[in-house]
């Protein structure tokens, strides 16, 4: 595997900072999504005759192929980052959001009780109750939308080379060097796994009530 | 100008509705693509998803394929095969199965274990043979979560078909593809409605499919 991580030139990266920016590419989009989903899934947990339409929102957003989504991006936001994470982020909310709400739903009522009569007040028992409680479903949801994302960056290179490691296939093509595009599709693969295993070491940390044998999904 | 007038301008040129390139064409294209994709990718999920599912065997295995699905990027794979194969219609049908499959598989797995355990006992204690217990029982109870499987790996394919053009497919990505090479961002906003209709109508149908096909009893229930 002789120069196999050696890239050229015109990819204006070395083969960790494509992996950098591969993961930047695929990360924010779906922090951005977590940040929208918890409110958005707390206003569906509250109101439920808002779910059913929120879920169906999602679900056709999620329908449309990512390259459509880029090509009408560009008009507003020129060949760029921004318009590749977009979507993906809009992409999260369809996993995220009822992961969220089954998580928040699935709280005992004498738990939210004892909250209650604790003293906490409606935030703190947010914080310090729900959340908690809806740990494992929300990453659960988190690691279905993470690996989604860093597989999907890729496409972003069909819009002016955006797609991080996906450049290397473009590479891969003109410069008939295979290696290229076996190094780009393990790569992407391999972070997608790794992201997904700090995922599960990340629930493990934070519910260490929770039977560390036994399956959760 | 901005995307409603490319897209307006694109359907209103005449150029667009025939010949090979015409839009009935790629359409018709991009569905036979789509439609086969899924039809391969659901005689192998889904005959192993019921059978696992029934058995309540291979959850750790099939939890793997699920994420490993997850994790190869199609785009990539795509561009892989033509490398190694050389363009036609296989290098891209490979991809579009080889994602499909989990989907399919992994939910309908779930979707079979998750059936309420005590009318399959009762089907049992009536004498049911295992086969009909599978698709008398447990099948209609968990068709919803089976036909959303279903509906996810279509939506992949479409939109995975639409990626496709870059090697070579026809189809309505080819608009998309060939519109950003030409600079004509006409045609490209036009290809995206087009592909997005596409997926839509592919919501759609299934939302159909699913009030045709399950029982009233197990819709009020889930």
Redesign the interface.
């Known amino acids: 595997m002789n120069g196999f991580f050696d890239l050229p030139s015109d990819l204006q990266h070395s083969y960790l900072g494509l992996v950098g920016l591969h993961l930047r590419e695929a990360l924010l989009p779906v922090l951005a999504g977590l940040l929208v989903s918890l409110p958005v899934a707390q206003l569906c947990v509250r109101f439920r005759w808002i779910y059913p339409p929120v879920l169906g929102v999602t ?2 957003l ?8 880029f ?2 991006l ?2 507003y936001f020129g060949q760029s980052e921004t318009t590749v994470m977009i979507p993906l982020a809009l992409y999260s909310l369809v996993v995220l959001v009822p992961a969220i709400v089954d998580g928040v739903r699935s709280v005992p009522p004498e738990t939210l009780a004892a909250a209650q009569a604790m003293g906490f007040g409606a935030v703190r028992r947010y914080f310090q109750v729900q959340l908690p409680i809806a740990a494992p479903a929300i990453i659960a949801g988190l ?2 939308a993470t ?2 994302s ?3 960056v ?2 972003g ?3 002016g080379n955006q ?1 991080a490691l ?1 450049n290397m ?1 473009y590479d ?2 003109i410069y008939h060097r ?1 290696a290229l ?2 190094n ?2 393990l790569t ?6 790794l992201a ?1 295993a700090v995922l599960v070491l990340v629930r493990l940390l934070l519910t260490p009530w929770m039977p560390r044998k036994g ?1 959760t ?1 | 100008m901005n995307v409603l007038d490319f897209a307006h301008a694109f359907f209103n040129d005449s150029a667009h509705w025939h010949g090979y390139d015409g839009i009935p064409t790629r359409f018709t294209e991009h569905l036979t693509y789509s439609l086969e994709a899924l039809l391969i990718a659901a005689a192998i999920g889904l005959p192993v998803g019921l059978l696992t599912g029934h058995t309540g065997r291979g959850g750790n295995a099939l939890a793997l394929i699920a994420t490993a699905g997850r994790a190869l990027p199609s785009f990539g794979l795509l561009v892989l095969m033509v490398i190694w194969i050389g363009l036609g219609m296989l290098p891209v049908m490979i991809p579009l199965v080889v994602l499909a499959v989990p989907p399919i598989l992994v939910t309908s797995y779930e979707a079979i274990r998750s059936v309420d355990p005590s009318p399959v006992d009762a089907a049992r204690g009536m004498g049911m043979p295992e086969a009909r217990v599978l698709f008398q029982v447990e099948v209609p109870v968990a068709l919803p979560l089976i036909l959303s499987g279903l509906r996810t790996a279509a939506i992949q394919i479409v939109s995975t078909a639409t990626i496709a053009a870059y090697v070579g497919l026809g189809g309505l990505g080819r608009y998309i593809i060939d519109g950003l090479y030409q600079k004509n961002y006409e045609k490209v906003v036009g290809g995206a409605t087009l592909v997005a209709g596409l997926a839509l109508a592919t919501l759609a149908v299934f939302w159909a499919a699913s009030r045709l096909t399950v029982s009233p009893g197990v819709r009020r229930g889930g």
């Open positions: 679900t056709v999620y329908a449309i192929p990512s390259l459509a989504f090509v009408v560009i008009d690691r279905v690996v989604s860093i597989s999907l890729s496409v290179m069909l819009i797609g996906g296939l891969a093509q295979p595009a076996v780009s599709v992407i693969a391999v972070l997608g796994i997904d399956t999904r």
